[in-house]
């Protein structure tokens, strides 16, 4: 089922047309609302009327999270304040937070690209979904809650937090779907176990998952323990919220169509800044073709995949990105090697005998990184010997240096020893 078959099936060369409509027209209206562009668009003698194609797009500036923090609060919004109606903000690890305003248009257009999401997973207005994303200035929560209204569903606003309760009203409520992040989802798990719930007796049939990078293998783990089809979404505050991207049914690992009627998608490389043809990995570039608040041209997202533009059974004719490994930024180098979280959260999912809580902590022993890989161990299995566990560590130890080539200390901890999140995990410790 489409939500807005029109846009969502439009043949190629009409969608084309219309993201070079409506990339002229933000073009034009950044230049004249936003100092930051014009002066961007100016220093290298570029004016809105110059661009003809949509290729020409590779011509224009990017745009940078540092840029957001550089115009902290309001400087890259479009509109005038009595324009926005709601405000979201990223927690920012790192330095400032990021604004983002919105106006109502663009609140509408984050709701149809909510349902158009749920939709796209097999939701409908039968559905009642139990909604576990933070309530707050992340956008998580809102994102989901209004889309579910626009899909004519139930949304029931849980936000994080109070675990036990929260599984107690998913079977009070009869929650047909779950929408949090995939770690919480696990913790929720658990909390049923606890409370003597079988979640696999539950009516809940489909979780939408995002806001954090998760692997096929937890997908296949999620299904099984929570009897339900596990579907990937991914967004990010900056360029709108959740519903940038997600799965259909038809989709295979974790492949996401962009709402690219609302998004124009590159792939770059992330050194050179270079553009990158389809089925190429590297850099998520996204520019917002419509929105009015906070409108962003060539956004680095950080976020490594590539674009998948083979055609989707689903009928949709938006392209697909690839399952996100993570971010750049988030990319290990250890002696030398690149590696990502996800990919060992990847084999350690595989493993016999351990529970899908892990955290990967980073030391230096004089010059050299050091890196110990800490699992739980699953409850049925903590029985063993330390003779079985410890040849169960060295398995595992060996599949990461086969598979990624790089040493690490794996060492298997007690159940329910690492902590638990309600957002998003924090899987890597960087002491170095
Ligand atoms: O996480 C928005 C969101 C909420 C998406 C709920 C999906 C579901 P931010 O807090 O701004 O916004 O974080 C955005 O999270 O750049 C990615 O690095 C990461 N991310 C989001 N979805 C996925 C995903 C929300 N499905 C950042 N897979 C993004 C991998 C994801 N990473």
């Keep these: ?201 539950l009516p809940l049939r489909i979780g939408v998952f995002g806001a954090e990078p998760w692997t096929e293998n937890m997908r296949h783990d999620l ?44 792939i770059i490389d992330p050194i050179t800044g270079e553009q990158l043809p389809d089925g190429e990995e590297g850099e998520l570039v996204l520019t917002t073709l419509t929105k009015e608040g906070i409108p962003l041209l060539r956004y680095r997202t950080r976020d490594i995949t590539s674009i998948n533009n083979v055609p989707c059974a689903c009928g949709r004719t938006f392209r697909r990105i690839t399952r996100l490994k993570g971010r750049s930024d988030d990319m290990l180098i250890i002696r030398g090697v690149n590696v990502y979280p996800s990919q060992i959260e990847s084999i350690i999912v595989e493993a016999e005998g351990t529970a899908p809580h892990y955290q990967i902590v980073l030391a230096k022993e004089g010059a050299l990184d050091t890196v110990e890989v800490l699992i739980e161990v699953a409850e049925n299995s903590f029985d063993d010997t330390i003779k079985s566990l410890q040849k169960r560590e060295q398995k595992i130890q060996k599949t990461i240096k086969e598979f990624l080539g790089v040493t690490t200390k794996v060492r298997l901890v007690e159940p329910k020893s690492i902590e638990r999140t309600e957002g998003k995990a924090k899987h890597v410790i960087d002491n170095r």
């Design 223 to 266: 299904e099984e323990k929570l009897g339900i089809k596990a579907y990937n979404i991914y967004g990010l505050s900056e360029v709108m919220g959740p519903g940038v991207a997600v799965e259909c049914m038809e989709g295979s690992h974790g492949m996401m169509h962009i709402q690219e009627d609302q998004f124009y998608p590159e």
């Design 1 to 201: 089922m489409m939500f807005q078959r029109d846009l969502e099936s439009l043949p190629k060369d009409e969608l084309q047309a219309l993201q070079l409509r409506r990339l002229q027209d933000l073009c034009a209206r950044i230049y004249a609302n936003v100092p930051f562009y014009q002066r961007r668009f100016d220093e290298i003698g570029i004016t809105p009327k110059d661009i003809k194609s949509l290729s020409d797009i590779k011509y224009l500036p990017f745009t940078e999270k540092q840029d957001l923090r550089n115009n902290y609060p309001y400087g890259l919004f479009a509109v005038p304040k009595e324009n926005i109606v709601r405000l979201h903000a990223s927690s920012g690890t790192t330095g400032k937070a990021t604004v983002v305003g919105y106006t109502q248009r663009d609140i509408d257009n984050w709701a149809n690209c909510m349902a158009r999401s749920y939709a796209s997973v097999g939701l409908t207005q039968k559905d009642m979904l139990h909604i576990a994303y933070g309530y707050g200035l992340f956008t998580g929560g809102l994102g989901a809650h209004y889309g579910a209204e626009r899909l004519g569903a139930v949304a029931i606003p849980m936000s994080g937090g109070s675990t036990k309760r929260q599984v107690q009203l998913m079977k009070d409520f009869g929650a047909t779907a779950l929408c949090c992040t995939p770690s919480y989802a696990l913790y929720l798990y658990e909390a049923a176990k606890e409370a003597g719930i079988n979640p696999q007796e």
